[in-house]
């Protein structure tokens, strides 16, 4: 694991989004659209490692993984791979992020809850 080297490192603004629950036209609970939930910092790096097969098939199919660092708090540690990431400081144009990361896996890599590490793709649908 990368060493941590203090708030400096979380460079990044992120904000988190999660589908919110409507009801149709028959009273159904559906998933309606992503709603903001939280903005926080955090640190994103893109994903090279050695698992060199996986890496090479995600460019292939035009996607890149990333690491999110965030530290953790009440609000991250309530986050899922249901939900989803975008860059803040780029914004949203139209009600559409500019730039967004899927979350397929929440991690608390050190297991003092300091920080948790997701695993975020961009290039994928949501």
Do not use: H
């Not at 035009?62 to 953790?72: F, G, I, K, M």
Request: with cysteine; aromatic share 10%; net charge neutral.
């Amino acid at each position: 694991m990368a060493k941590r080297s203090g708030a400096g490192s979380l460079n990044w603004r992120v904000t988190f989004q999660t589908r919110a629950i409507v009801q149709d036209e028959y009273n159904n609970d559906v998933l309606g659209e992503f709603a903001d939930v939280f903005t926080i910092a955090a640190r994103l790096q893109p994903k090279f490692g050695t698992d060199v097969e996986t890496v090479t098939a995600a460019r292939l199919a035009a996607l890149q993984p990333y690491n999110l660092t965030v530290r953790s708090c009440a609000e991250t540690r309530a986050v899922t791979p249901a939900w989803r990431v975008y860059d803040a400081r780029k914004g949203m144009v139209s009600g559409l992020p500019v730039r967004f990361w899927n979350i397929k896996t929440v991690v608390n890599p050190d297991e003092r809850g300091q920080y948790l590490e997701m695993l975020i793709v961009e290039g994928e649908s949501s």
